[in-house]
Each structure stands twice: as structure tokens, then as C-alpha cells.
């Protein structure tokens, strides 16, 4: 459901306020840790029936620092993270279209049931100015970047066999690429917006991001327990004094309870959420479309691979040739088609996830390949690493099976091949 105007500006906003309370909440609770509990009440009470407890205090001031600092860090390292590589992907002036005079009028000429369908369709991709059918054949102007796609084997496209493309950024969306509306600007495996840590979390951050959200469940969990047990102690302290009377409890431990409650609960849950979507390799957006695939995967196959005929007599796949172009015949054609890639365009099963790598990989590819970069907030994610000429990212189980449903002649004793004018090669992950 495409958010309003209102409710980007609030996200926007909330990303800019947010932080800055989260960051007076720490000071705060920073002080309350060191001054109000450690020095006021452990190591120098004021109150003369209140021993002193300098083991306990030097406990709680080291806890706190230690988690303090990775929880520090990693927030820090998303904010360079997010400041100095985004993971936007690269934008194109969008053109004064001569095109569109001409893509209204070709538009004119269908039928109005046809036009209607279209745009419905048209609408669905969120694409609401370029005409894809006139670009897939080659009678409207191809945008910029095309190209990126068919240097890979494998992309995903939508169902009518033409990547996903952005308005906004007047750029074809690459796999796993969506458009963040508060930045407007697509960004590389975009999860989302997140106004609690003031900034998006995708590619390049979501590995800190993370990080910071289990660092800061376990200092928020530190300051909870260790405010809660002043609170405790403060009280019994005072019952065994006979001259204890009142001012036993400090309301600065019952706020701090509170904000520590509050940040904490939050920061669990997300590092729950976050980790199971880690260990199945999925994004906020992929998890929403889960039920509903609405992507289609492109697969280049050799000319020879193309009449896979159903028992109906219906081909088995549809076929596009890439790059786009009219299609003419004569000698330019047959020229042409030297320079052309086809790709059979094939309909995932829904809940099927062509990227899912299996837990351990998965958790590896974001996370980092060492046990030490599943905590040290420094190196980034290898799921950075787009060199793969087979596709954007690894591929999966699901690809397999997807791909074993419409080419099985493609797999050999469990060996994926490829057919090439000069054979077959064997594919090795
Ligand atoms: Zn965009």
C-alpha cells in the first residue's frame, strides 16, 4: 500500500528526532549507572546505615562501559555506513519525453478494454509513465542500464518479462532493489526505514544495524536489571536501619527502569525479527511479498533449449529477447540477432525463495564469514559482492527446483550445466 505524503514526512522527522532522544537517554542513563547508583550509593552513601560496596560498584561501572561501547560503535559504524555508502543505486535524468506524445497516441490507438488492462498492470509495477511493452518491443526508447541485466545468466523481471523500473530514479531496478520513499532514491537490498536509528537499513548497513539492535538489548537488559536491583537493595537496606523513615527510593533508578524497559523490549524484539529474517535471507519487503510472488526470474538459455512444448501443445515458457529492439527481418535482423540474449521467463512458486541459501550460509553471506565479524561492527557485508556473472546473488535450493521444473535436461547427476554454441558447461557453485 503506497504510504502518503504525511506519513513519509512523520517517518522522515522521526528519523531526525528519534535518534537525538536515544542519544540524551543514554547520556542520562549513563549517569544514573555511574553517579547516581556507583558513587552515590555504593561507594560513598550518604546515609549512614547504608554499607559501603566497592566490588559491586566497580562491577556495575565496568558492565556498563563494556556495553556501552559495542553498542556505541555499532551505531556508529551504521551512521558512516549510511553517510559514506548508502547502497543507493545510480539515478537518470528523467527525459523530456518527445516519446510520450508518441506513446499516448500508440496508446490511443489499442482499445479501451486493452488500455485499461494495461494501465491496470502498469499501476501494479508502480510504473506509471514508461510504456513496457513499448520498450520490450523495441518501439519506444530503452532507458539507461539495460545492459546490466543481460551480462548476467539470471535476473528477476516482472511478469511481463521487463525488470522492474523506477519513476522516480528513471532506472531499471536490479534484483532485490527497492525504492525508499523517504530518501527517494532506490537502494541496494533495501529493508526499510528506520526512524530509530535515523536512517535506512540495506545493504551496506544491515549487518551494523543489527548489531546495534543486540548490543543495545543487552545494555538495555544491564541497565534494567542493575537500576532494578538498586531499587531492591535501597529498600531492604533501609527496612534493616531503625532510622530509616522515607527518601529511600531514588526516582532517577525508576526512570531509568522505564527508558531501559521500553529501549530494550524494543531492541530484542528487533534483533529477534531481524536474525530469523538473517537466517532465511530475507528482506522486511521480501517477507510481506512472500505469499504473493510478484516478480518473475529470467534465465538465459541457448536458442536451442527453446521449444520445450507442454502436452497441450502450449510452449512451456515464454521467451524475451534481450536487449530490446524492434523485430524486423532481413539481413539487419539476422545481424541483430547475433548481438541478442534470450531469456525464458519463469514463474516462481509462491513462498518460494530463490535467494535463500540454507541458514548457515545465509547468515554468513550477511553477517560476514568469521565468527569475530558476527561482533566487531568494521568489515561489511560479502553480500556486497555483485562479481557473480551468474546473477546479483547467489542462488538457492528454490532456483534449482525452479529451474530443474522448466530445464531439467540442464542437470546431470546432480550437476547444473549450461549449454553454449561450443557444449555444455558444468556450473559449480
Ligand atoms: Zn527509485
Redesign the pocket.
Known sequence: MPASRGAIRMNTWSGRIIPLIAIAANAYVLYVITKSIAVDYLLQPTLNYIPKRRAIATVFIALQYILAIPTFSSWLRYAIAILTNPGY?P?NQKPRRRGSSRTRSSSQRRSRSASRTRDEKRKSDGNMNIDRHAVREGTDPTPPGLEHFYRKQVFTCSTDGVPSF?E??W?W?QDRVH?CKEL???VSRFDHYCPWVGGIVGETSHKFFIQFAFYASLYSGFIFASCLWAVVQSKKDCHSSPVCNRGWLNPHWIVAIALAGIFGFMAFGITLKFGHSVLKNRTTIEELAMGHPNYCVAIRINPSEIPPVSSDGKPKFWVVPYPFRPQTSGPTDQHSRRNEFLYAILYPKPGSHIWDLGWNRNWRDLMGNHVIDWFLPIKLSPCLDHGNLLSDYPLGKDFEELEKTYLPHRYKNGIRRIPLDEGWVEMTA
Do not use: I, L
Request: proline share 0%; glycine share 0%; hydrophobic share 10%.
Open positions: 543505486t539515478q523506477c522516480r530514479c532506472a531496478k525504492h527517494n532514491r532506490c
